[in-house]
């Protein structure tokens, strides 16, 4: 019965010491075995169950997925002495987990550190260039003023690098310093940009007044083409009306003519009916309803008037 015990005693100490011996890897995730603060071993990068010395060995476990630093907000000052405020974001992975022990001991730390090395890798590429480098990508904007569709966008400059390259510049001139410490650097953005507080006001003063001069252009542009089309409109007005006036002299004309060769006909035919004709005329041009005529019944002007029909 005691042997009996004694077996059961040492099974449970056996079972005990195997399980505080076999501890697990998760997916993403490395392992560092220290002995006493100090690394034994190789990392332990495959994920699985694994083995150490139990109460001598303590595991120290590490991500191996990529995460994610978020930067302060810090002013800075561009070349030409424009004071902006940047905010960055990166992304960076642990890939030597002993070395990253060694110099940082935990995620906390090597955060502080990023911070200043990101900080002033920023710091130092923006300082060198100007604003318009930071803000934009391409001179595609220029090209379009160019072609004539932002004309009035007349001072904008030219930048050789863009926003994109300078992102470029700030992961290569941090990646060698933060490989240092046992991560990688994947890549850095520059999250958001904004004018520091004492200019802000004056940089919306001179929006505010660029605004105001585009729209002085565009109304001038306006009234440009509203003289122009009110020119044409005149021009066309005046060819109009000297085409009507031609055309109806020239009408009239014809009129005319053929009323003389008609006037002419009947004067060959009967000259008297002719003079008649005429004598009537000249009673309805000369002789107004509100006219009143004084003159002798033998004046040559009545003699029509005075003359007796013939009696067949």
């Known amino acids: 019965m005691q042997k009996q015990m004694i077996h059961l005693i040492w099974i449970l100490v056996v079972l005990v010491a195997v399980g505080s011996a076999a501890y697990t890897v998760r997916e993403g995730e490395q392992v560092i075995i220290t002995q006493f603060g100090a690394p034994v071993g190789d990392p332990v990068l495959e994920a699985g169950l694994h083995f150490r010395i139990p109460y001598l060995h303590e595991i120290k476990r590490f991500e191996k997925r990529i995460l994610n630093w978020d930067g302060v907000p810090k002013m800075i000052t561009t070349k030409g002495n424009k004071y902006i405020i940047t905010d960055t974001t990166a992304r960076w992975r642990i890939v030597d987990p002993l070395k990253f022990l060694q110099t940082l001991r935990d995620e906390r730390t090597a955060r502080t550190r990023l ?60 990646k060698p310093e933060v490989a240092s410490l046992g991560i990688e650097l994947i890549d850095i953005q520059l999250k958001r940009i904004s004018y520091e507080q004492s200019v802000e006001r004056k940089v919306y003063e001179r929006m505010i007044s660029e605004q105001q001069r585009i729209a002085e ?18 021009k066309d007005l005046q060819k109009i009306q000297s085409e009507a006036y031609q055309k109806s002299q020239q009408v009239r004309g014809e009129a005319e003519a053929k009323a003389i060769a008609i006037y002419a006909e009947a004067f ?45």
């Open 115 to 174: 911070d200043d090395i990101l900080d002033g890798a920023t710091r130092k590429v923006i300082s060198a260039h100007r604003l318009v480098e930071v803000v934009r990508n391409t001179n595609e904007i220029i090209s379009k003023r160019d072609t004539g569709s932002l004309a009035i966008l007349s001072d904008l400059q030219e930048i050789e690098k863009g926003r994109e390259k300078l992102s470029d510049e700030i992961l290569k001139s941090a």
């Open 217 to 234: 252009e565009s109304r001038s542009i306006g009234r440009g083409e509203y003289a122009k089309i009110q020119g044409k409109i005149s």
């Open 268 to 312: 060959e035919r009967d000259p008297g009916f002719y003079r008649f004709l005429r004598t009537i005329e000249a009673y309805k041009e000369g002789l107004k309803p509100e006219t009143q005529v004084l003159m002798s019944m033998d004046s040559d002007f009545f003699n029509f008037l005075r003359a007796k029909p013939k009696r067949q």
